[in-house]
């Protein structure tokens, strides 16, 4: 059988040098891949290996065949933002390091790595098996301060597939860190995804996706999580930092627990659209001022914001501490969960701690939604009287 480990420093049929153009050296080896597995029952795919080192991807590497490994030894994570807000003059390292990969995208490409394969899943199959793991994607911005949306995209997945893996990647200085369209079973775990405009993007529609045990910090332009259409997805044991934004849009039977969530804006977990049967539950939630102020929404949004039906909110922490002067709008009650529609929504065993008074709110539209130990008599506003509140004593 033909070679299926490639070393992209050592592999002979590459025509330029992988620390000038690592991408093209990636699609070199698929082409070759290609050419040495040709049948259907021949096609065992093959790990691309990328050694500790500094890496130009001068162009994109488009990936369209199943069973791809491409790995490295270490995500090698350095804040670029703390780096270019201070003095480095006396630092002993100023790049990420390990297998760091720099999206420079000369040839007018946006993704570093696009996961796409021509023709109808239908009619050719989805993409399978393909795992990224253990490099450090950079989307440098040519020294200038951090500036979100640079419009650099991580990994961008575009065609139907099924049982991808994203594990222990790094990524930095990128709008998008990792979008996956119409994913099955992705697994996305141990990343530190940091100082970029979103993280992490499920869109078209995925099943039963496993976002675990990741950092997420400073999404300041957009998403730590995103997901649309999402049936069973679970987003369990991350710490989300700064910025933090966890939405689900017209998904159901979430389950987003063990999560440690700090944030300075207001929202940290959305259901919106219509979401059902979701359940949040044992996460820390703690909202605190400082470095950024948010335009998408004010404090009455809800650090949780429910719209949709028979969804769980239980035994959580809630912990606010913002001066009342910052609070938006101005001399507003901040919200602590916000269900803004749906029936039978169970809010149970949660606790709120906070610097100032705070609210649960019901709006008008929501029918039998239960609070059981939960908020104070003081703390719920209902703007409907078709619930049931046994309130904390």
Not at 210 to 231: D, H, P, R
């Amino acid at each position: 059988m033909a070679n299926t480990v490639y070393d992209v420093t050592t592999w002979p049929g590459a025509t330029v040098s992988p620390y000038v153009d690592l991408g093209a050296v990636i699609n070199q080896i698929i082409a070759d891949i290609k050419v040495n597995q040709t049948t259907q029952t021949t096609r065992p795919g093959a790990v691309i290996y990328i050694p500790p080192g500094h890496y130009d991807l001068k162009t994109r590497a488009v990936i369209d065949v199943s069973f791809l490994e491409i790995k490295g030894s270490g995500h090698g994570f350095l804040s670029e933002a703390i780096r270019d807000e201070s003095s480095t003059g006396s630092w002993v390292e100023t790049q990420p390091g390990a297998s760091h990969v720099r999206v420079v995208n000369t040839d007018g490409n946006k993704e570093a790595f696009l996961v796409q394969r021509s023709g109808n899943p239908s009619t050719v199959g989805r993409l399978n098996s393909v795992v990224f793991r253990d490099f450090c994607i950079d989307g440098v911005t040519d020294s200038k301060p951090y500036e979100p949306g640079n419009q650099k995209i991580g990994i961008s997945v575009q065609s139907d597939n099924d049982a991808f893996r994203v594990e222990g990647m790094g990524f930095v200085y990128l709008r998008n860190a990792l979008i996956i369209n119409g994913a099955d079973a992705p697994n996305i775990t141990n990343n530190f995804m940091a100082e970029v405009g979103s993280c992490i993007s499920l869109t078209g529609a995925s099943q039963v996706a496993k976002i675990t045990n990741n950092f997420l910090i400073s999404a300041w332009a957009g998403y730590s999580v995103f997901a649309e259409n999402a049936e069973g997805i679970a987003i369990n044991g991350n710490t989300v930092l700064w910025a933090c934004n966890i939405t689900l849009n017209n998904s159901n039977r979430a389950s987003i627990t063990g999560n440690k969530l700090l944030s300075n804006f207001p929202s940290m977990v959305a259901l919106t659209g219509s979401c059902s049967e979701s359940l949040i539950s044992s996460n820390h939630f703690r909202r605190v001022y400082g470095d950024g102020t948010s335009t998408r929404y004010d404090d009455l949004f809800g650090l949780v914001h429910i719209e949709g039906s028979n969804n769980a909110v239980t035994a959580n922490q809630f912990s606010l501490n913002v001066p009342t002067g910052n609070v938006t709008p101005s001399g507003a009650n901040p919200t602590i969960i916000l269900v803004a529609s749906g029936n039978a929504n169970f809010l149970a065993s949660n606790n709120i701690s906070a610097n100032q008074s705070v609210k649960i709110v019901l709006d008008a539209s929501t029918t039998a939604t239960k609070l059981l130990y939960t908020a104070a008599s003081g703390q719920v506003s209902a703007f409907t009287t078709n619930y049931s509140l046994v309130a904390t004593p």
